[in-house]
């Protein structure tokens, strides 16, 4: 068995690209516009051939869906958590749970789905301005 994908719903699908594309840097890999049935699909994935993303834009959607914990989260792992943090925030991504162990870190997706970014490898040595840094928000 393996994981194919994993399906979020999004209300503004430019927004969750623009979070999912441009600043965590995964690639679109295909997009279907269904007009009969009103919602357009769009799979994303950090590599060829891995498991995907799948964005699924319903377009009457107009309010935000419930959000919660249900669904869990989205784990990445990243070659350098401290500077893939630091390039998040640069693009305006707030770090919920910042990596204070140089190993995980929290961040959401503009529809509130949780995303944990895990350090490729043995851990990286704690450091500031990390260490120092306290949760925030739900992740």
């Known amino acids: 068995m393996r994981l194919l994908h994993t399906m979020l719903r999004v209300k503004d699908l430019n927004l969750a690209l623009d979070f999912f594309v441009a600043k965590l840097g995964l690639k679109e890999r ?24 799948e964005l699924t834009h319903n377009w009457d959607q107009t309010e935000p869906y419930s959000s ?30 910042p990596p204070r162990d140089g190993h995980m870190a929290f961040v959401k997706s503009p529809d509130g789905h949780s995303i944990e970014l895990l350090q490729k490898g043995p851990s990286l040595p704690p450091q500031e301005p990390w260490l120092s840094r306290k949760n925030h928000g739900e992740w």
Request: glycine share 12%.
């Open 30 to 53: 295909s997009r279907r516009d269904f007009s009969e049935g009103r919602f357009t699909l769009v799979f994303l994935s950090a590599e060829t051939g891995g498991a995907e993303i």
């Open 68 to 97: 919660g914990r249900f669904f869990g989260h989205i784990a990445f792992e990243v070659d350098d958590i401290y500077s893939f943090c630091v390039d998040l925030e640069e693009k305006g991504v707030n770090i919920l749970r």
